[in-house]
């Protein structure tokens, strides 16, 4: 089993930042890819960005150039840098696991809100 626990989200101005964090309980997180989606209200939730175990990366296309997602293997932490945030940025954030260990399993965090005012 895994746990995932996200922190950082809050209210933010437009064009300011906030760093999310997400530390998972378990044995998976180094061999696991790792991501972040988000969910606007009224919207489906969407990908963000997403991070293989050895690191490559990939990004939607509304979040290129100013997100940036990082991990950190040994502290089983996976982070999102959020920088130049926008109104449209505003939704509840989701730490994403997925394990291939013995099938395919989806874990998910609780979420964390952002919003970002005008």
């Known amino acids: 089993q895994v746990q995932l626990v996200e922190s950082g989200g809050g209210l933010v101005q437009a064009g300011g930042s906030l760093r999310l964090s997400c530390v998972a309980s378990?044995?998976?997180?180094?061999?696991?890819?790792v991501g972040w989606y988000r969910q606007a209200p009224g919207k489906q939730r969407e990908l963000v960005a997403t991070?293989?175990?050895?690191?490559?990366?990939n990004y939607a296309d509304s979040v290129k150039g100013r997100f940036t997602i990082s991990r950190d293997n040994a502290k089983n932490t996976v982070n999102l840098q959020m920088n130049s945030l926008k109104p449209e940025d505003t939704a509840v954030y989701y730490c994403?696991?997925?394990?291939?260990?013995?099938?395919?399993?989806?874990?998910w965090g609780q979420g964390t809100q952002v919003t970002v005012s005008s």
């Open positions: 991070i293989t175990r050895i690191g490559n990366t």
């Open positions: 994403n696991l997925v394990s291939t260990v013995g099938g395919i399993s989806y874990y």
């Open positions: 378990g044995t998976l997180f180094s061999i696991s890819p």
